[in-house]
């Protein structure tokens, strides 16, 4: 009877405790993120963080070990929790199927095989399950006292299939190359492979390094390493020039990675079941895409997608009507791109409408105008190629004035001119676009 008395007490004790002090609770789990360290190191944490804060959580705090952190806080009373686990993009498109994940992180695109391993949860690929929250750059970097300083594409292709194995032969010192290349899980991985080599190719005589961290490390200490680095892990770094096809080589800054027009840019995306209805998730997406968000991604070294102006100098080689708007007007850093090549806008510039809208009306005052300029991609007919680059033209000027009421435009095809690159493969999606022009 008092061994039933006393434990009567101590359940009684147990459950004045949890109402006082409810991290004894059981912690509720709001989403789950799993997928590229590029997003999952620092950004992810960042935006989950200012998401807890937007809500008016209290407490908030992290613990990580390794890869996994995981993200706590009090919000109304109850522990809350949001673990984020970074181990490749790759990762995260494998914890959708296996439902371990609610928001898959990746910094290249979805591939096609990832879209139909998911194919029975909608279409992955489509603006319901696609946020691009950031953008970033490749970085090619190299030891600060290797006196080369740009590289081609087709160099960089090279060096990473092992056809040039000395820097002497790139006007270097008598110096072995030593190339570093992430891991296959990896989409920063991907996304180079796929600018560099049009795909998946087997490297020849690289080293295969674990990680940011280790690329990092050894490119300051070895005088022969290159290798390749976001954006927001490069700044001690010596940062290479890069050429592509015709353009004139660039060195990634903020302004030519906002536009999408240096060869090695790549998107951060952030993918959801789209069969799946979360108010949590949906509100997190929302939040990462909102002013708040975007500036969270700036905070964390990532060039965010808020619309800049930027003076570009006239191209000399230009068409007339551009080269007098060059020189009159500034470019916004919006370019708006098609899904897969086709007439549709993708995911990102769905949003980007609106944040054109924004941008206008918040600059109402000046007075501006806008002009859209239509590209297309290379055509054996340049009759062709002019028709389509003024169609897409009109397809973005279609939407502003359909969904967002916004007409006052004026629309300059292109054609052809200015490819982004020369790559058979890539060329359709990257030349084919539509810049933003205000006066």
């Known amino acids: ?95 959708l199927n296996s439902d371990s994940a609610d928001i898959g992180m990746a910094s290249r695109r979805i591939k096609q095989s990832e879209v139909e391993m998911l194919a029975r949860f909608g279409d992955l690929a489509g603006a319901g399950a696609e946020h691009v929250i950031g953008l970033d750059a490749l970085v090619v970097a190299v030891h600060p006292d290797n006196p080369v300083s740009q590289l081609s594409i087709a160099q960089l292709r090279k060096i990473y299939r092992g056809e040039i194995r000395n820097w002497r032969e790139l006007g270097g010192a008598d110096l072995p190359v030593r190339p570093l290349h992430r891991d296959t899980e990896s989409g920063t991985r991907a996304t180079f492979d796929e600018e560099v080599f049009g795909g998946s190719h087997p490297a020849a005589g690289v080293y295969e390094v674990s990680g940011n961290a280790e690329t990092h490390q050894i490119v300051l200490q070895q005088a022969g390493a290159i290798g390749y680095l976001p954006y927001a892990d490069a700044g001690d770094v010596k940062k290479l020039a890069i050429k592509a096809g015709k353009l004139a080589a660039v060195v990634p800054d903020p302004g030519i990675i906002a536009t999408e027009d240096f060869p090695l840019t790549r998107r ?29 991604v700036a905070e964390s070294g990532f060039i965010d997608l808020t619309p800049v102006a930027l003076k570009i100098p006239p191209y000399p080689n230009a068409p007339n009507a551009y080269r007098e708007l060059m020189a009159s007007g500034e470019r916004l850093s919006i370019s708006f791109r098609f899904a897969d090549s086709s007439s549709e806008l993708d995911s990102r510039a769905l949003k980007d409408l609106r944040r054109l809208q924004t941008f206008m009306e918040e600059h109402a005052n000046r007075e501006l105008s ?7 991609d290379q055509k054996a007919n340049s009759t062709i190629a002019d028709i389509i680059s003024r169609f897409r033209a009109l397809k973005v000027q279609g939407a502003l004035l359909r969904e967002h009421q916004f007409g006052d435009s004026r629309v300059l095809a292109l054609g052809a001119f200015a490819p982004l690159t020369a790559d058979s493969q890539r060329a359709p999606v990257k030349n084919s676009r539509v810049e933003v022009w205000i006066n």
């Open 1 to 95: 009877m008092g061994s039933s008395i006393r434990r009567g007490g101590i359940a009684l004790l147990f459950c004045q405790l949890l109402l006082a002090n409810p991290l004894i609770a059981e912690t509720q789990t709001l989403f789950r993120l799993t997928g590229s360290n590029t997003i999952g190191a620092e950004l992810a944490p960042l935006l989950v963080k200012g998401y807890l804060q937007h809500l008016g959580a209290e407490n908030i705090r992290q613990r990580s070990e390794g890869e996994r952190h995981w993200i706590s806080a009090q919000l109304k009373g109850r522990a809350v929790e949001v673990p984020v686990v970074a181990l490749g993009s790759s990762t995260g498109f494998k914890a």
């Open 268 to 296: 951060l995306y952030l993918y959801k079941n789209p069969s799946r209805h979360r108010p949590r998730v949906d509100d997190f997406l929302h939040f990462t895409e909102s002013p708040a968000g975007q500036r969270l």
């Open 370 to 376: 806008l002009t859209l300029v239509g590209f297309s």
